[in-house]
């Protein structure tokens, strides 16, 4: 990795949100033509022998082995299970909403940091849970009933993957300080393909093998680059900036995603939020940004 360091940390992990950003609105353009479980694996696939050739070119340490097991059912969480919601949800609900509820997620992982790990919550915390609890509330539209028929399903899919990455982070903390950040996501990645593939062989509405195969050229190469950009790419880079800046001023930078997927949604697919999701909006962002604040100096003063 030594070639990233030509460029800041900052720069790194900007363009990393970027093109999450930017991965989020390709990916409801392509879900357009490609059932939700197909594209997962055609995304996945390139991603993972992408990641696979970086853990042989860099000579990364292998784990013990029993680290293993682990890793894979983590893996199998996010990204298996959480992206195959997060498509499903997608599938339905605009990329603008999308990048909003997934802006959540910081604080989905503070409420089950303090659940299951007996993580103390304080009364600033809490606030700025329920200040990110009511953006929430009202980017997916709760105030309308939720709009159409289909909103509600997808809205439901989006916040399910949100929640199993909260999971998966809150869970790989301890576990991902003792093994190579690029092997972890290369063999996570890896469990995620065979979760998608097994969904793929069991002939779902979400997809199928013959699916594949009825992809058009041009579409087929676009699934496999917008992988590369949202699994591969992004990873890299945030990995490569993680090297040199702590881990809660990276997360800081997440802030960062919902303006590329906002904006981006706006300039290619034309989508708009309604004055309300705005507000809610608004409140996301700013929870998270407390969130950031009071985090990072309670993890500052522990360090002293």
Known sequence: MRHSLRFPPAVLLVTACALWGAATVLNK???????????????????????????RITACPF???????????????????????????????????????????????????????????????LLVMLLGGFGVALVANVHGGLGDA???????????????????????????????PVFTVALQQTAGLAWAVALLLADTPFGSVDDIGAIPPGLLVAAAISGLLYYAAAYWLYIAALRWVPAAVA??????????????????????LTPVQWLGAGAILASTYALVRLTHGAGSRSAE
Not at 33 to 39: E, G, N, Q
Not at 153 to 178: D, I, N, P, Q
Not at 251 to 259: D, L, R
């Open 29 to 55: 353009a392509l879900l357009a033509s490609i059932d939700p479980v197909t594209l997962l694996v055609v995304q996945l696939a390139p991603s993972a022998l992408f990641l696979w050739a970086v853990v």
């Open 63 to 125: 784990p013990a082995k029993s680290y293993w097991l682990p890793l894979i059912a983590l893996g199998v969480l996010n990204p298996g299970i959480s992206y195959t919601l997060n498509l499903m949800g997608l599938a339905s609900v605009s990329a603008s909403v999308s990048t909003l509820l997934w802006a959540a997620e910081p604080l989905m992982i503070l409420g089950l940091a303090a659940l299951c790990l007996g993580e103390k919550v304080t009364w600033p915390l």
């Open 150 to 180: 289909i909103a509600p399903r997808g809205m439901v899919l989006l916040l399910g993957a949100v929640l199993c990455c909260a999971f998966y982070t809150v869970f790989s903390r301890k576990l991902v300080e003792s093994v190579d």
């Open 251 to 272: 997360g800081s930078y997440f802030n960062v995603i919902p303006i590329f997927g906002v904006g981006l949604a706006w300039l290619f697919l034309g989508e708009t």
